[in-house]
């Protein structure tokens, strides 16, 4: 037996019980990073050493490859249905299988036999109801039926109970993320494009009035500067909304000296495969994609997201998000530069979601969430424009946001407090104001920058007597929020040569 964790193997035992409570398809829901294919891999190793034959069907060529790795990895022999692969064996007791090839042989030329098999292994099963699947499953109507996903719901809203029986979750995303299987994604809601005259078509943006809203040079050049402010030392993916969006915004950032690629579904194979070879070794630090790397592109280094395409699609929104949530040795987090409005749209990976078969899911009510949102509504601080919940506090820069009554505007828009005191009181008053002191020592500013800096913040200058109190080193938080306020002030500068 293969070493699992436990998550993992408790979910292989629940499936083995629901196979004896009389089930015959469930569907097991497990999060993006969290070894759907590792779980798939040991249920075959199982099913085989019992003498009985499997089939795992994949919908791309990156997922049929990727089991094909997990499988030989246990030393369990299996034959290849892709097309252009030479490892094709329809004696073998298990079959890995693209979908489509499958589709192709066996339903509409209908050259291709193949024996029964006792189990059918599908991943990616969201994707399946449709009548072209239904024919092919239908060849092995006796087999146990085991489909995979980290999304059981359709911006079409088909309900998944057409061909599964159960629903089993392995694991939440806030669960992997406390347990520390996955890392805590960090989200900031940099800018939108405006989507009044984009149309809805079948439940998602149609596809050429949202390139036409988000493919403009003002726009890009956005997405770029933003990734250079905030992650320019992350291996980054950035989804397009179109192939000539994705390749535009690879185009911008070498022209800031990024190394950057740009990939898709048309691109040849064998570059395509040179691709993410160049990006996993780290000679390729942005990856610009339409859709592609959404499915089946596994780089745990991977340490930014970058979500340059609106989208309506939950399930595409948590599969693009998922990409970054990998583990990795000195990865603590991964940065979110959502320049689509998605994280507002459809809220946090962390986000506890009670999924059903009838195709569609129901936010858990906020006193029964674990994940790490907690009470409240998003908030987007103004500073940093960091999205987060549960506090007033941002835990980016550390701009507090004053209950109603208590702020007021500045003619510049600045969001300024009057007459209350932050959380903490005086003294983390005191403290930031120290901070702001060493900060300054350390860059060879005027005595009175830490004292407007001060004020900024909490909208008085502080008491003359802190200035007796020896400064302080500043702290990471501290060092975010100075970087915020620079941040602001260049837009401002720029906002003014450009009117």
């Given amino acids: 037996m293969t070493a699992l964790w436990p998550f993992q193997a408790a979910a292989l035992d629940r499936l083995t019980a629901s196979f004896a409570a009389g089930k015959r398809a469930p569907l097991l829901v497990a999060p993006t990073g969290s070894g759907k294919t590792v779980m798939a891999a040991e249920l075959i190793r199982r099913a085989v050493a019992r003498g009985e034959r499997c089939m795992f069907l994949a919908p791309r060529r990156e997922l049929v490859h990727q089991t094909c790795d997990k499988l030989g990895a246990l030393g369990v022999a299996h034959g290849v249905l892709l097309a252009g692969d030479s490892r094709q064996d329809t004696y073998a007791r298990v079959q890995v299988a693209s979908v489509d090839t499958l589709l192709s042989r066996m339903v509409r030329r209908r050259r291709l ?91 998602e943006y149609h596809a050429k009035d949202l390139d036409h809203a988000v493919n403009r040079a003002e726009l890009i050049g956005d997405v770029v500067a933003h990734w250079l402010a905030h992650a320019p030392l992350r291996r980054s993916v950035v989804f397009a909304t179109s192939i000539a969006h994705s390749v535009a915004l690879a185009t ?53 997201v970058v979500m340059a395409r609106p989208t309506k699609s939950l399930t595409l929104y948590l599969q693009m998000l998922g990409r970054g949530l990998r583990r990795a040795e000195g990865k603590a987090d991964c940065l979110v530069l959502d320049h689509a409005g ?34 409240g509504r998003n908030l987007t601080c103004p500073e940093c424009r960091c999205v987060f919940t549960g506090s007033r506090t941002c835990p980016e820069c550390g701009y507090y946001f004053a209950p109603r009554g208590r702020i007021v505007e500045t003619l510049d828009g600045e969001l300024v407090e009057i007459g209350a005191a932050l959380e903490g009181g005086e003294q983390e008053r005191l403290a930031f104001y120290l901070e702001l002191r060493g900060y300054a020592a350390e860059r060879g500013y005027r005595p009175g920058w830490a004292a407007n800096k001060y004020r900024e913040r909490h909208g008085a200058f502080p008491p003359w007597g802190w200035n007796d109190a020896p400064a302080a080193t500043p702290t990471i938080e501290t060092r975010r ?19």
Avoid at 151 to 169: K, M, N, S
Avoid at 481 to 499: L, V
């Fill in 113 to 203: 036999t193949l024996p029964p098999f006792e189990w059918l292994l599908i991943d990616e099963a969201h994707l399946g109801v449709t009548r072209a699947r239904a024919a092919l499953l239908d060849h092995w109507p006796d087999a146990r039926r085991v489909g995979m996903t980290a999304t059981p719901a359709r911006r079409d809203g088909r309900a998944l109970g057409v061909f599964y029986d159960d629903l089993i979750e392995a694991a939440t995303p806030a669960a992997l993320v406390a347990s520390g299987h996955l890392v805590p994604a960090r989200y900031f809601s940099v800018s939108e494009p405006d989507l009044s005259r984009v149309r809805t078509v079948a439940g």
């Fill in 252 to 304: 911008e950032f070498r022209a800031h000296g990024v190394a950057a690629e740009h990939v898709d579904a048309s691109t040849p194979q064998d570059e395509r495969a040179a691709t993410f070879d160049r990006f996993r070794a780290g000679g390729t630090q942005v990856l610009t994609n339409c859709f592609l790397a959404s499915y089946g592109f596994d780089l745990p280094e991977l340490a930014c």
């Fill in 342 to 375: 998605n994280v507002h749209r459809h809220g946090f990976a962390t986000d506890d979601r009670a999924w059903t078969l009838a195709g569609d899911f129901a936010l858990v009510p906020p006193e029964k969430r674990t994940g790490e949102r907690g009470e």
């Fill in 481 to 499: 929020w100075i970087k915020s306020r620079f941040i602001a002030w260049r837009r401002a500068q720029d906002a003014r040569q450009s009117a």
